[in-house]
Nanobody, 123 residues
Framework: VQLQASGGGLVQTGGSLRLSCAVS????????MGWFRQTPGKEREFVAG????????YYSDSVKGRFTISRDNAKKTVYLQMNSLKSEDTAVYYC?????????????????WGQGTLVTVSS
């Protein structure tokens, strides 16, 4: 199973970015997906999750109302639309796929991870 995250970059405060994560080697439509982020010296943090159908989504309080997770099962891709970006959103963002159809806040419940994509928000 491989996950390829992309879309990171440098953006100014208040700007937007859309991250993508393409999955191969798994029946994508049967599995929940999650986005996490990590900054140096800090633990990995849950950002957003989506169940197999896209019918249920979950967000951390820090991004709720600004970020939107979605998925395209035909393209085997999950997205994270990030709006109104703040400097504290600067991190390496990772996508992950879990063994079941639901999404999880606990990163330990995911079994495959992407390589990460860096998002830098400058003021």
């Amino acid at each position: 199973v491989q996950l390829q995250a992309s879309g990171g970059g440098l953006v100014q405060t208040g700007g937007s970015l859309r991250l993508s994560c393409a999955v191969s080697g798994r029946s994508f439509s049967r599995h929940g997906m999650g986005w996490f982020r990590q900054t140096p010296g800090k633990e990995r943090e849950f950002v957003a999750g989506i169940n197999w159908s896209g019918g249920n989504t979950y967000y951390s309080d820090s991004v709720k109302g600004r970020f939107t997770i979605s998925r395209d099962n035909a393209k085997k891709t999950v997205y994270l639309q990030m709006n109104s970006l703040k400097s504290e959103d600067t991190a390496v963002y990772y996508c992950a796929t879990g063994p079941g159809s639901n999404a999880y806040i606990d990163g330990r419940l995911y079994d495959y991870w992407g390589q990460g994509t860096l998002v830098t928000v400058s003021s």
